[in-house]
DNA sequence: ATAATATATGAACAGTTATTCATATCTTGA
DNA sequence: TCAAGATATGAATAACTGTTCATATATTAT
């Protein structure tokens, strides 16, 4: 370790010690993320993004199996990124909040020019 | 299918279906997104942030041995996250673009106000 | 050239996760 | 109460991913 950066490194290295959430924070965070980064479940909340829909429409939307697209709205439910409302036979998701909307406008953004600008 | 809100729910899944992107634009944007998605890959970004860093100040700041943070560090770069420059001996990290600075400051506001907000 | 230091990488293993299939639960209309 | 429709769920499997260990590559100083 002794690169000529030594100095500057170090105080980086210092600031990011210094400076890095608890554990559990970081794992919280991810989670949000991970909810996220599997297309399954990013095509649910985009969809979603169009307005509430019951399971079927969901379905329909997105593509896949009944049975899977279930499995995800379990998962984005228990991350909270989206809430559910039984209506008669039906199930109606919807995102949870704002925020999800927030990160969803990110993910859109890096549609449009992906982080791969090169 | 015949949920009472058919013709709103109807129109949602349509425009759903409409506006949803293309398969590998919803992959690369995962991509991205999952790059983030784990404890060891968000810690070294957080590092980042404070500046640019060797990877032996990176070890010092994030923890975990010189190997896990190499193979870490390595799925950062495929995903355009960081960029490395050799210095010497050195490998001298730093975040890729304003792009991924973002997202860690969309990252940061989820760790002061999660998504768990109930 | 060689030793020492810094970083990268391949293989193997363990843990995680998405999907499928079958089935269960819940709600409504008859 | 029963049948049908809508949604959820448990178990099993296959694919993926992070870490470790050992080793390779690259750079500098001697």
Redesign the interface.
């Known amino acids: ?1 002794d ?3 030594e100095n ?6 210092e ?3 210094a ?3 608890q ?1 559990e ?10 909810a ?4 399954s479940r ?2 649910i909340l ?9 399971v ?3 379905v ?3 593509g896949g199996t009944q049975s899977a697209v279930s499995h995800q709205l379990r998962i984005l439910r228990d ?3 989206i809430r559910a409302r039984r ?4 199930v ?1 998701y919807a995102l ?2 704002g ?2 909307r ?2 969803l406008d ?2 859109n953004e ?2 449009r ?6």
């Open positions: 370790m690169c000529n950066h500057e490194h170090h105080l980086a290295a600031r990011a010690k400076t890095m959430p554990e924070s970081i794992a919280q965070v991810c989670a949000a993320f991970k996220i980064s599997e297309p990013l095509k985009l969809a979603l993004r169009q307005g509430e829909m019951c079927y429409h969901i329909e939307a997105v991350n909270r990124m209506d008669g036979q039906n109606v949870a909040d925020h999800v927030e990160l990110t993910a890096h549609l020019c992906p982080i791969v600008t090169e």
